[in-house]
Nanobody, 124 residues
């Protein structure tokens, strides 16, 4: 069974930074797509970023709202995916979820396993 555990959330002032981590355990290959989603109060969960490793290279995708501010990366030796969030804005406030899937892109239904989420709150 695959388990994903997020950490690193918290309260930060606008303009600040946070780094989220998501540790995976179980049969998760480094070739699986790793993604981050978020859900703000009263809103639907939305795609944030994803990363796919093919051989020795990786491809990353970002939502337009976070492009240039957030960076997704992985440490395959630790089976961990990170989300570095810089220049945070109050509208980034949400519960952030990591997820993984074999052939996933930006659609939630394509991800097979999900973490429980970590709260990020950005104060103005």
């Amino acid at each position: 069974q695959v388990t994903l555990v997020e950490s690193g959330g918290g309260l930060v002032q606008a303009g600040g930074s946070l780094r989220l981590s998501c540790a995976a355990s179980g049969p998760v290959s480094s070739n699986y797509v790793k993604g981050w989603f978020r859900q703000a109060p009263g809103k639907e969960r939305e795609f944030v970023a994803s990363i796919r490793w093919i051989g020795s290279g990786s491809s990353t995708y970002y939502a337009d709202s976070v492009k240039g501010r957030f960076t997704i990366s992985t440490d395959n030796a630790k089976n961990t995916v990170y989300l570095q969030m810089n220049s945070l804005k109050p509208e980034d406030t949400a519960v952030y979820f990591c997820a993984t899937g074999i052939l996933a892109t930006t659609r939630q239904v394509e991800y097979d396993y999900w973490g429980q989420g970590t709260q990020v709150t950005v104060s103005s």
